[in-house]
C-alpha cells in the first residue's frame, strides 16, 4: 500500500518549503504524487525516477562521446587529478546538502584547492555588503507573522520563488496577521511590469542601473529633505507615498534579489538597503533578506565560515587561509587562467559562466559532480551522478534566512548510485592512499588555539 511522506523539505529555490507530503509506492522506489510544492519542485521529486536516468560515471572518449565506468575508477581518476594539478577549483554547492559541503570541504584543503560556491556570481556582493554595514535580518516565520508591509526590490518571487509570497510574505495569515493579503501593503521596486508587481500596491518602475540613486531619494526623504521632482525614473509624489507607507508600517520586510547585486552599483546597492533598512528602524520596525537562490546555497557561507573563516572565494592553497574576491573568485580564477583543474559541483557553471571561462577551463581536466544532464556535464571529462539531495537522500540545508532545516530522504536512490558526501569522502581518503599522507583531517589554519576543525 503506498505510503505518504509528511513534512517533507522541496529541493528547489531558497524558500526550502518543508510542508510537502510525498506518496511514495509501497517498494519505495516510486513517487506517486506531490502535494504542496509548486510547479518546479513537483518536477524535482518526479525527475528523480523518470527513465534515462544516468546511474554510472560517464568518461569523456577521444572522439566526444561518453564511455560507462565504475565509481572506484571515477574516485581514483579524480584523485590522481586533484593531486597533479598546481591550482584545483572546487565550485558550486547550490544543490547539496550541508554535510557534503563539510566533506568536500576536508577534501579541498587536503589538496590545496579554492572553494567556491554560486555565490561568486551571485549573491557575493551580499556578502562584501554585509561585511560593511550588518545585516538587520529576521527569520521567514516572523515575516509571517508580524510583516504588513513588504517590499521586493529587484527580485520577481512569483517566478523564481514561486510559493514565497504565499508561504512567508504576503498572502498567509500569521500571528499578528491574521487577515493576510487585506491588511498588508507591498511595494514592488522594478524596471519591469513582472507577475510580483502585479500583486502589489505600489509599483516603482526604477530606471535599470539606478537604484542607488532612488535608495538615496528614499533616506533623504525619511531624513526630512526635499528630493528633485524625479529621481531614478519615479515621480518625487511616488516615492513620497512609497516611504509614507513604509514609516508607519508596525512591521516592514525588503526582500531583494539580483537585480541589485548585478547591476551598476553591486554591492554598494545592498550596503545602502541595509542603511535605509537601519534609518527606517529609527520610526518603527523593519529588516531585509536576500532572495538566495538554490534551496541550499546559504549553506556554503553558514558551513565553511564555521570551518575557514569565509563564506566563499575560499583560497586553501597557501599556508593560510584567505579570501579575496576579484582574486579568489571563479570567474577571475578561470579567465586569468590561475587554475588547471575544475570540479562542478550540484550546479551548472556550463550555463552561468561567461563563455570566454569555460573556454579556459575545458583547456584543463574538467569534472561534474550532479544527479542530471546539464550543460556543464556535456562539455566536462568526467561525469559523477550522485543521489538527489531531498528525494533520495537527506540532510540539512539553510533555508534564505539562514534558519536550518533537516531534509527526508523520501525514496532510495537507483542502486549502486552514491550521496555527495560518500563521493568526497572516498575520494579523500584516495588521495591519503596516494600521498601516503594521514586520513584525519587537521585543524583548520585559521582555527584559534585548543578548538577542532571538525
Not at 42 to 59: D, M, Q, S, V, Y
Not at 147 to 155: E, I, K
Amino acid at each position: 500500500m503506498p505510503k505518504v511522506i509528511k513534512n517533507v523539505g522541496c529541493p528547489y529555490c531558497g524558500s526550502s518549503c518543508d510542508d510537502l507530503e510525498i506518496t511514495v509506492s509501497d517498494d519505495g522506489k516510486q513517487i506517486l504524487d506531490v502535494a504542496n510544492a509548486c510547479a518546479i519542485g513537483n518536477e524535482i521529486f518526479h525527475h528523480a525516477t523518470k527513465p534515462g536516468r544516468i546511474k554510472l560515471p560517464r568518461l569523456r572518449q577521444p572522439d566526444g562521446t561518453h564511455k560507462d565506468i565504475s565509481y572506484e575508477e571515477a574516485i581514483d581518476r579524480v584523485a590522481k587529478m586533484m593531486i597533479a594539478a598546481k591550482k584545483p577549483l572546487i565550485y558550486g554547492f547550490g544543490s547539496t546538502n550541508c554535510e557534503a559541503m563539510s566533506a568536500c570541504a576536508r577534501l579541498a584543503e587536503k589538496t590545496g584547492s579554492v572553494l567556491d560556491n554560486c555565490a561568486s556570481i551571485c549573491h557575493g556582493p551580499s556578502f562584501l555588503a554585509i561585511f560593511d554595514n550588518g545585516y538587520p535580518s529576521c527569520t521567514l516565520g516572523e515575516v509571517k507573522n508580524r510583516a504588513d508591509v513588504v517590499v521586493y526590490w529587484g527580485s520577481n518571487a512569483a517566478h523564481a520563488h514561486p510559493r514565497h509570497m504565499s508561504r512567508y510574505s504576503l498572502f498567509p495569515r500569521g500571528f499578528f496577521t491574521n487577515k493576510g493579503y487585506m491588511a498588508r501593503k507591498c511595494i514592488v521596486i522594478d524596471p519591469r511590469f513582472t507577475d510580483t508587481a502585479k500583486a502589489a500596491d505600489i509599483h516603482l518602475m526604477v530606471q535599470q542601473g539606478h537604484d542607488y540613486e532612488l535608495f538615496d531619494a528614499f533616506r533623504t526623504v525619511l531624513r526630512g529633505e526635499t528630493i528633485p521632482e524625479v529621481v531614478a525614473g519615479i515621480e518625487r509624489e511616488k516615492i513620497l507615498e512609497a516611504v509614507e507607507i513604509m514609516k508607519n508600517a508596525r512591521f516592514g520586510a525588503v526582500f531583494y534579489g539580483m537585480g541589485l547585486c548585478h547591476s551598476d552599483g553591486r554591492n554598494h546597492n545592498v550596503d545602502i538597503a541595509i542603511s535605509l533598512t537601519r534609518d527606517l528602524n529609527e520610526f518603527t520596525k523593519w529588516t531585509i533578506m536576500a532572495m538566495r537562490g538554490h534551496y541550499n546555497i546559504a549553506g556554503p557561507g553558514q558551513v565553511w565560515s564555521w570551518q575557514f573563516g569565509f563564506p566563499y572565494c575560499i583560497d586553501l592553497t597557501k599556508d593560510i587561509v584567505h579570501m579575496n574576491p576579484g582574486e579568489t573568485s571563479s570567474i577571475d580564477l578561470a579567465m586569468r587562467g590561475d587554475v588547471d583543474f575544475f570540479m562542478n559541483i550540484g550546479t551548472d557553471a556550463g550555463a552561468h559562466f561567461p563563455i570566454p571561462a569555460v573556454k579556459a577551463l575545458r583547456k584543463h581536466p574538467f569534472v561534474t559532480i550532479d544527479p542530471n544532464i546539464n550543460m556543464a556535464s556535456e562539455i566536462s571529462d568526467l561525469h559523477i551522478p550522485v543521489a538527489v539531495v531531498g528525494v533520495e537522500t537527506g540532510g540539512v540545508v539553510y533555508r534564505m534566512d539562514n534558519v536550518p532545516i533537516q531534509f527526508k530522504q523520501v525514496i532510495e536512490p537507483p542502486e549502486g548510485v552514491i550521496t555527495d558526501e560518500i563521493l568526497f569522502d572516498r575520494i579523500y581518503k584516495r588521495v591519503c592512499e596516494l600521498t601516503g599522507t594521514t586520513s584525519d583531517w587537521s585543524v583548520a589554519h585559521n582555527s584559534p588555539e585548543g578548538t577542532a576543525a571538525e
